[in-house]
């Protein structure tokens, strides 16, 4: 019970602070932001596990399909538009729903590819 209790709060914790941090990484880091962007492959599955860290966003609704849906997509925060960054948001966004995984995931590129988005981001 009471580890229980502790895992939902350091969860929480987490995905908060995984919120902000994603924040402070847009405003602060475009660069960052660009070569994540470079490493990142695949596609939004519309699982909706990421409108569900620290809590279920009130903007989240299901279609009749199961597809997650964004009341405001066109006005969605900036976290949520960058989402995932890094292998760290997945982690994050694996603790709400591990039975599906998202449907982005990120690969290494090679070190020039890096720094040419760098470059065109910062
Ligand atoms: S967790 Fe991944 S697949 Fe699911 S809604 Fe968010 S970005 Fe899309
Ligand atoms: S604002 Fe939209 S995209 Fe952002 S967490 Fe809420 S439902 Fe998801």
Redesign the pocket.
């Known amino acids: 019970m009471v580890k229980s209790i502790g895992r939902k709060v350091r969860a929480s914790w987490l995905h908060g602070w995984g919120k902000v941090r994603r924040i402070c990484l847009a405003a602060l880091r475009p660069g960052l932001i660009q070569t994540s962007k470079a490493r990142r492959r695949g596609e939004c599955s519309r699982c909706g596990a990421?409108?569900r860290l620290t809590y279920q966003?009130p903007?989240?609704y299901y279609l009749p399909d199961g597809m997650a849906a964004?009341r405001?997509?066109q006005l969605?925060?900036i976290n949520?538009r960058v989402f995932p960054i890094d292998e760290r948001d997945l982690a994050d966004r694996d603790m709400v729903m591990p039975e599906r995984p998202c449907g982005f995931r990120f690969e290494d590129v090679p070190a020039a590819s890096r720094s040419a988005s760098r470059a065109a981001g910062s």
Do not use: D, G, V
Request: with cysteine; charged share 10%; hydrophobic share 20%.
């Open positions: 990421c409108c966003c903007a989240l964004c405001y997509h969605r925060p949520c």
